[in-house]
C-alpha cells in the first residue's frame, strides 16, 4: 500500500462535509413543504398565497377580496393566479418575500396568524422553479397614489436568496393589494375532499368576513360571498408567559436584555408579570431585584424557572388569539350540515412552549351522514382548514384515543368512531405545532392532545345524553306517526260525512302528546303597500308542567310595532334573530304580533321556520325544536 | 389623522420582515424535528447518534462497536452517552458537524445512507441547550498516532453557526472513533414499543454486524451482540437516472455544467446514458450531440426531458442501494418471532424525482400475536427503524388500502388489518422522502404507495393460501389428535399387559397419516472424548407419492464425515446450516449420518430440531415443517 493511503480516514470523510442551504434542502425534501403530488402541488400554492392574502388584510384593517384563478398552461401545467386587496407589499421586500425561504414578519412575533414560518410562498415558487423552469410573476401595489411594481423572480437555492429577471413598474387596476402568477407541474381534481374548491369552501366557512372567488380552468366561476362585513378581532401581540419558558430559552433572554436590573427585565419580557408578582418571583428565587439579569448564572436561572412555578401568576391573556367562537361554530355547521343535534365546545387557554393556545371542537350529527361509516373529522389551525395528513395530527389521535363506547357510539378497530357524524377541532395559537413545514398535521404534543380530548370528552357527553332521549322519543314518535297519521284521516272522513271543511288537527295532536303547540299565521296588510304584513306567532302549552323557552324567528329585514317586543334581537349575516323569552303555565297560551315591511307574499310563505330554543323536538308540534343553541 | 399616518400601510408592515436562520427556526418548531415530548427527545438524540455512527463504520469498512449509555442528570434531566469506533471526525470539522444544521456529507451523494440531512445531531444539540442550558461535550480520534480532541459546544441560533466553548486534546482509550455527551429533558420508558431499548433491538435486527451495548440509568446492562462478521456491501454513489428528472432540475444541470457538448454532458451526467444512448436522446430531442449544453434554452430542455422518455435507457443500478435482503428479513422475523408462517417479498428497483428505491416486505403470522387485534407495522427506512407517526407513512396508508378480505383477513374500520401477524415494510433509497425532519414517516409519494401495496399483496396472497390450507389442516389436525392420543394410550396399555416397554408410535402415526417421518438419533462417542457423538437422521415417506424436501440440520459447530455429504452449508451467524437435498419415493427410507465433535450430552440432547423445508405441517411427523424458506 502506498504511503499516501496511511492519512486517517477521517480526513478523507471530512472533504466531503459541506454546508446546505436550506433552498436546496427544500429542493431536495420538497414533500415535506406539502408539494408530494401535482393535485397536492396546486392545492398547496394555493392555501400558502391565501393564507398570506387573509393575514394581510387583516393586518390592514381590510375586507378580504381575493380571486383565485387556474388556467391551463403548456405541458399538462397549471398556471395559478392569487390576487388580492391587501396593503400591497413595499418594493424592496418583494424579492425576499416571494424567493428566499426562511424570511418573513410573523416568525417572531407572538400572535396568532396564519402563515408564521417565512417558507410558504417561497416553496411554491421553489416548486415552480424546479418543475416548469419558469420564474414567478409578481405585482404589488401600496397605494394609489404610488405605481404598481411587476417583478419576475426565481430562487438561487444554493445562496438561498431572490434571482431577480425583471422589475419594473406597471399598470393595474387595484389601488392596493398582490397579484401572483405561478406556473408548475400540478393537476386541478374536482369532486374529493382535498381540492382547491373544498379548501376554499372551508375558508370561507371560517372566514365568514373573506370574500373570494375561483376561476376553474374550464372557465367556471364560483363566488364564495362573505357573511359578514366584520372583521374578527385582530390577535395583539404578546410577551411571552413564564409558564413553559425553558431553561435554554431563559438563559438567552436573560443574556441579551438591555435591562440593567432582574425585576423590570421580568416585568417588561413577560407577559402577566407586574410590580409585585416580579418581586415575589425575585424572592422565591433568592434572587435581588437589583441584580443585573446579564450576570445571572446557569444555576440562578435554574432558580428563577423554579420561582416561575412557585409564585402564582395569572393565566396568559387571549387577545393574542383569535378563535372562532362556538357561536360561529355553531353557525358554520348549521350552515353547511343538515342535522339533527349540534353541540359546540370550547376549552379555556392553556399553554405549551411558553404559546398560548385554545382548544375549540363541535359536532354535527344525524342527518345524511352515513351511519355505518367513520365520522368525519374537520381539523382548523388558526382559521385555516388542515386537509391533508389526518392520520398524522393530534386531534386525530386524541379522538381515536376515547373510548367511544361510553357514550354510546360504535368504534369497530378501535381507531376514529363511526357514526353519522362530523367532529370540528380548531386550535387556536401564537404558534401552532406542526409536524413538518406542509402544516398539515398537528404535532403530538402532550398537553395539545389532552386538551383536544377533553374538549372532544365534553362533546361526547353531550352526545350521550342527546343518544340516550332519542331511545325515548323513537317510542314516542311511534306514538305521535300513528296519532298523526290517524287523525288527519278520521278528521277528513269525518269533515266529508258532515260536508265541513277539513279542520286543523295539530292542536288534538299537541292535546294528546302534550306538547308545546306553535302556529304562525300572517295577514297581508293594505293592496298600496304588497310588502306590509301582519305576523302573530302564537304558542299554547298543552302540557302539565310549566314550560321555559326562546322563541326565534328569523327575517332578513327588521320588523315594526312588535307587542311584546323581543327579549333580544342578533344581527346574523344579512338576517336578524328576533327572540322572545317565554315562560308558559301549564294549559296557557300567548301571541306575539309584529308588522314586517319589506318581504312580499312568497317571501313570507316562504319564511324561516319558527324555532323554540330550550324544549326537545317531541315536546314540540308546529315549530322546529332546538335543545340548546349554545 | 396626522399627515405622517398616510404613509402606504405596506412600510409600516415591511419593518417587521427579517431573515429567519435556520437554527432558530428550528428552536421554536423542535416537534418537527422529533423533540415534541420528554420520551420522544431521548428516542430521537439515541437513533440521530446511533444512525451516524453506523454510517461512518460502514464508510470506514468497521465492524459497529457501539455503547449508548443513559444517566441521570440533576433536575430530572438525562444525560447521553453514545460512542463508536467510527473513523472519527478531523478536528476542524467537529464544530460544524455537531453545532451548525443543515451541514454533513451525504446531502449531496446519490447513495443510500441513514443520515441524508445534516441537521439530525446539531438538533439534538439545539435541543439540549434550549432545555437544560448546558453546552454538548465530544472526543472524537481519528487515529492511533493522533490524540484525541475534546470540544464543549453549542450553537449560536441567530447565525446558525457552532460556538465553540472549549477546545483541546485528551486522553481516550479508544484507538479511533467519536464519544458525544448530551444532557437535556427527557425520560427513559421501559416495556413500550417507543422506548430506546425497542430501536436498539430493532436496530440490531436488521443490522446484524453491529454490536450494540446499552447501559441504562439504573445501571442495567444490555448487549445486543452482533450475529454477523459480515460488513453490508457498502452502498456506491451513482448519477442520477435520466428517468424522474424534473425540467428545472435539468435546466440548473445544464447550465451548470462543465461539458461543452450535449453527448458527453449526457454521458457523464447520468447514469445508464452510454455512448449511443446519448446520440439517440440527441436525435430523438431533434438536438446536435456538439451543441454547448450551457447555450440550451428552456425549450430545448422539455425536448430533452421528451427523449428522454422515448429513449429506450436500462432500469437505473442498484449498487447505490443496500437492502435488507428477503434472506435477512426471513431471519430477521424468525429470529425475533416465534410463528407459525413467514413469507416475504421484494420489488424490483423503481424510481422517484430520479431517486432509485426497492421495496421489501414480510409478514410472520400466528404464535402468540393477538388474535383480535391490529396487525403490528414495523417500518424502515435504509435500515433504520421508524417508531413515531405511523398513521402519517406510506407503508401504513398502502397497507390500509388493501381490501385484506380478499385474502380472508378481517379488516375492520376498514384500515389497518386485524390478526396474529406482524407485517414490516423496508424502503431502500438513495433519497427516501419522510413526511419532516424527524423522519418518522415515509410520505405520501405516489409510485412509493404503489410498490409498497403491490409488495405487501404478493405476500397477502401467500397468506391467502396458507390460510386456506388452514382448514383442511384444522380436520386433519383432529384425526391426528385422536390417533396420537389414542394411540400412545393402547400403546401403553398393551405393553403393560404383554410385559413390554412402550412402543415409539411415531411410524404408525405417519402410517395412519400418509406422513413423512423424520426421527433423529445420536449416539456418544468413545468416553475419552465426551463431546464426540455419531448422529443420524432418518426420514421415511408414509405416503403414496414421491416427496421432494430440504432437511435441516442447524448446529453451533463442523460435522465430520458426513454421509452422504449436505448438498449446501449455509454460516448463520454463529451457527452452521447442514441442508441435504432430498428425493423419496412412496415408501422409500433414507439415513443421513455424521459426527459431531464440541457438543456435550447436554447441547446434544438441546439441539435444534430438524427443520423439513417444502412441505407442509400437517404432512411431517417428528420435525418441524417449513412451506418455503424463501
Known amino acids: 500500500m502506498e504511503e499516501f493511503t496511511q492519512a486517517p480516514i477521517a480526513e478523507e470523510l471530512a472533504k466531503r462535509q459541506k454546508s446546505i442551504s436550506v433552498a436546496e434542502f427544500f429542493e431536495k425534501n420538497r414533500h415535506i413543504l406539502g408539494f408530494d403530488s401535482a393535485p397536492r402541488a396546486l392545492i398547496t400554492t394555493v392555501k400558502e398565497a391565501v393564507d398570506n392574502s387573509l393575514d394581510a388584510c387583516e393586518e390592514a384593517g381590510y375586507l378580504p377580496d381575493i380571486l383565485v384563478q387556474i388556467n391551463r398552461a403548456e405541458n399538462d401545467y397549471l398556471t395559478i393566479i392569487i390576487e388580492d386587496n391587501g396593503p400591497g407589499i413595499v418594493k424592496e421586500q418583494i424579492p425576499k418575500v416571494f424567493a428566499k425561504l426562511l424570511y418573513g414578519s410573523r416568525f417572531h412575533a407572538l400572535r396568532q396568524s396564519r402563515g408564521q414560518q417565512g417558507i410558504g410562498i417561497s416553496a411554491a415558487v421553489l416548486y415552480s422553479q424546479i418543475t416548469s423552469g419558469k420564474s414567478t410573476k409578481i405585482i404589488s401595489r401600496v397605494d394609489h397614489k404610488t405605481p404598481a411594481h411587476y417583478f419576475e423572480l426565481m430562487i438561487d437555492t444554493s445562496a438561498n436568496e431572490p434571482s431577480v429577471l425583471e422589475s419594473r413598474t406597471t399598470d393595474w387596476e387595484r389601488p392596493h393589494g398582490t397579484r401572483v402568477e405561478i406556473e408548475m407541474a400540478a393537476s386541478y381534481v374536482k369532486g374529493r375532499k382535498q381540492s382547491v374548491y373544498e379548501y376554499l369552501k372551508s375558508t370561507a366557512i371560517i372566514n365568514p368576513h373573506a370574500r373570494i372567488r375561483l376561476i376553474e380552468p374550464d372557465g367556471n366561476e364560483i363566488l364564495f360571498d362573505r357573511a359578514t362585513d366584520v372583521i374578527p378581532a385582530q390577535a395583539e401581540e404578546v410577551l411571552p408567559h413564564p409558564h413553559g419558558i425553558e431553561l435554554g430559552t431563559l438563559m438567552k433572554m436573560l443574556q441579551h436584555t438591555d435591562r ?20 415575589e418571583i425575585c424572592e422565591a428565587a433568592g434572587l435581588d431585584t437589583e441584580t443585573d439579569p446579564r450576570a445571572l448564572t446557569r444555576t440562578d436561572a435554574v432558580k428563577l424557572l423554579n420561582a416561575f412555578k412557585k409564585t402564582k401568576i395569572m393565566a396568559p391573556s387571549t387577545n393574542c388569539l383569535s378563535p372562532i367562537t362556538e357561536d360561529l361554530i355553531y ?228 320588523i315594526k310595532s312588535p307587542s311584546p317586543p323581543p327579549s333580544l334581537i342578533v344581527s346574523v349575516g344579512v338576517n336578524y334573530d328576533y327572540i322572545w323569552d317565554v315562560t308558559l303555565a301549564a294549559g296557557a297560551s300567548k301571541v306575539f304580533r309584529f308588522a314586517v315591511d319589506g318581504m312580499d307574499d312568497n317571501e313570507i310563505q316562504t319564511m324561516d321556520e319558527v324555532i323554540v330554543e330550550g324544549l326537545d323536538e317531541e315536546d314540540v308540534t308546529g315549530a322546529k325544536a332546538l335543545t340548546e343553541l349554545f
Open 260 to 279: 440593567q436590573k432582574l425585576a423590570p427585565f421580568l416585568r417588561y419580557s413577560f407577559s402577566k408579570i407586574g410590580l409585585q408578582t416580579a418581586d
Open 331 to 558: 353557525r358554520g355547521l348549521k350552515k353547511e350540515f343538515s342535522v339533527d343535534f349540534i353541540a359546540t365546545s370550547a376549552r379555556k387557554p392553556a399553554i405549551h412552549s411558553g404559546n398560548p393556545f385554545v382548544i375549540e371542537v363541535g359536532v354535527a350529527y344525524g342527518g345524511n351522514f352515513p351511519k355505518e361509516e367513520k365520522a368525519q373529522i374537520m381539523r382548523f389551525a388558526n382559521r385555516v382548514p388542515l386537509l391533508y395528513q389526518q392520520g398524522a395530527c393530534a386531534a386525530t389521535h386524541a379522538i381515536e384515543s376515547i373510548k367511544w363506547k361510553q357514550y354510546g357510539i360504535s368504534q369497530p378497530g378501535g381507531g376514529v368512531p363511526f357514526g353519522p357524524f362530523v367532529i370540528l377541532v380548531h386550535i387556536a395559537s401564537t404558534n401552532v405545532p406542526f409536524t413538518s413545514e406542509s402544516k398539515d398535521a398537528i404535532a403530538g404534543i402532550d398537553i395539545i392532545e389532552e386538551e383536544i380530548q377533553l374538549a372532544v370528552k365534553e362533546i361526547g357527553r353531550k352526545m350521550k345524553t342527546y343518544l340516550g332521549k332519542q331511545d325515548d322519543l323513537k317510542k314516542r314518535r311511534e306514538k305521535e306517526v300513528i296519532i298523526t297519521k290517524l287523525l288527519p284521516q278520521m278528521a277528513k272522513k269525518v269533515a266529508s260525512m258532515v260536508g265541513k271543511d277539513v279542520p286543523d288537527i295539530q292542536p288534538a295532536v299537541a292535546n294528546i302528546m302534550g306538547n308545546l303547540l306553535v302556529s304562525r299565521s300572517a295577514d297581508a296588510g293594505p293592496d298600496s303597500q304588497p310588502n306590509l304584513h301582519y305576523v302573530s306567532l302564537s304558542v299554547r302549552n298543552y302540557g302539565t308542567a310549566q314550560r321555559k323557552f326562546k322563541l326565534h324567528q328569523i327575517l332578513p329585514c327588521e
